[in-house]
């Protein structure tokens, strides 16, 4: 079955204390992104990666860290958390067709909180 | 400026009735697509639809369909037939395309803050 798979899907942690996200996709896509959800606010785009070795910021980056080694995996690293990290975040990967109609498949999102 | 705008953050509809989510965009890229996600209380993203920008024809896909106004930037979703099941939040989503060196193209996905629809029984 094509999916996206997070882990966790929750987590409690505390302010400080390094924590990864990790994300693995079995639909050979290049493209892979991370994307946060706060109320009011929609989705806002972390960090996303066009192939291996290949990442850029997208709008929120600040506080953030991603790699992309292998294709299939896209962790997302936080390497001090904070209590503003506090969110559902979402993993999502696409191939890169020709165009622009290549939907994006979503994780089933990881509910974080920093206290 | 917002890039994709959803001017309802509620909307209620009666069960069998038909309803339209409002979405707007702001592209200077010829070349772009939208797409409708649905996100039940659960959590999970489900796409629903998709409308290229050079597609003649509404999109449709079951009781889904979308309303493309290329001229006036707008890209509605329509739920035929509402049921107890579509009440969830909806986001508009818009991507443009950027082609690539090898040919394919990408652009990353922008999202609207969405629109949560309650479906009355």
Sequence with gaps: ?115 | AQKITQTQPGMFVQEKEAVTLDCTYDTSDPSYGLFWYKQPSSGEMIFLIYQGSYDQQNATEGRYSLNFQKARKSANLVISASQLGDSAMYFCAMREAKRLNYGGSQGNLIFGKGTKLSVKP
Aim: hydrophobic letters at 25%; glycine letters at 8%; aromatic letters at 10%.
């Design chain 1, 1 to 115: 079955e094509a999916q996206v798979t997070q882990n966790p899907r929750y987590l409690i942690t505390v302010t400080g204390k390094k924590l990864t996200v990790t994300c693995s996709q079995n639909m050979n896509h290049e493209y892979m992104s991370w994307y946060r959800q706060d109320p009011g606010l929609g989705l806002r785009q972390i960090y996303y990666s066009m192939n291996v070795e290949v990442t850029d910021k997208g709008d929120v980056p600040e506080g953030y860290k991603v790699s992309r080694k292998e294709k299939r995996n896209f962790p997302l690293i936080l390497e001090s958390p904070s209590p503003n990290q506090t969110s559902l975040y979402f993993c999502a990967s696409s191939a890169t067709g020709v165009g622009s109609n290549q939907p994006q498949h979503f994780g089933d999102g990881t509910r974080l909180s920093i206290l």
